[in-house]
């Protein structure tokens, strides 16, 4: 199976690119493959409670994003929060508390890159 990096950069003012991002890595995972997603930007608002639990997808059986991404956890999905963009968003440490996400430098996106098999942007 394919190694796939999903680039986000999209946050709550885009549901719909958002949501596209968790689908694409939930259905990746469904099909076997490693993922990893790297949100940046507003991207990394997106895993505030407030936001996992509104941000509903569109004709994918209606399903809320904080359902994509317990998914994408429980499949083994790998994800970033650039550390960068949390601190100019105001994404504090205690608003992560309890989810399986990693803090990363702009060095872990570039490796990332180099590491998987295909890349695939939302921005």
Same mark, same amino acid.
């Given at each position: 199976?394919?190694?796939?990096?999903?680039?986000?950069?999209?946050?709550?003012?885009?549901?719909?690119?958002?949501?596209?991002?968790?689908?694409?890595?939930?259905?990746?995972?469904?099909?076997?493959?490693?993922?990893?997603?790297? =949100?940046? /930007?507003?991207? $990394?608002? &997106?895993?505030?409670?407030?936001? #996992?639990?509104?941000?509903?997808?569109?004709? *994918?059986? %209606?399903?809320?994003?904080?359902?994509?991404?317990?998914?994408?956890?429980?499949?083994?999905?790998?994800?970033?929060?650039?550390?960068?963009?949390?601190?100019?968003?105001?994404?504090?440490?205690?608003? =992560?508390? /309890?989810?399986? $996400?990693? &803090?990363?430098?702009?060095?872990? #996106?570039?490796?990332?890159?180099?590491?998987? *098999?295909? %890349?695939?942007?939302?921005?």
């Amino acid at each position: 199976m394919a190694k796939i990096l999903i680039h986000l950069t999209h946050g709550p003012e885009a549901p719909t690119q958002a949501d596209r991002a968790f689908l694409i890595a939930k259905t990746a995972v469904r099909e076997g493959h490693h993922v990893s997603m790297f =949100l940046a /930007g507003s991207a $990394v608002q &997106l895993l505030k409670d407030a936001h #996992l639990d509104s941000v509903i997808g569109v004709g *994918d059986g %209606v399903t809320s994003l904080r359902e994509s991404y317990d998914e994408i956890v429980a499949g083994g999905g790998k994800i970033y929060l650039s550390r960068i963009s949390c601190g100019a968003r105001g994404v504090t440490g205690q608003e =992560l508390i /309890g989810k399986q $996400v990693e &803090l990363a430098e702009p060095n872990v #996106l570039v490796q990332l890159t180099v590491d998987h *098999d295909r %890349v695939i942007t939302y921005g």
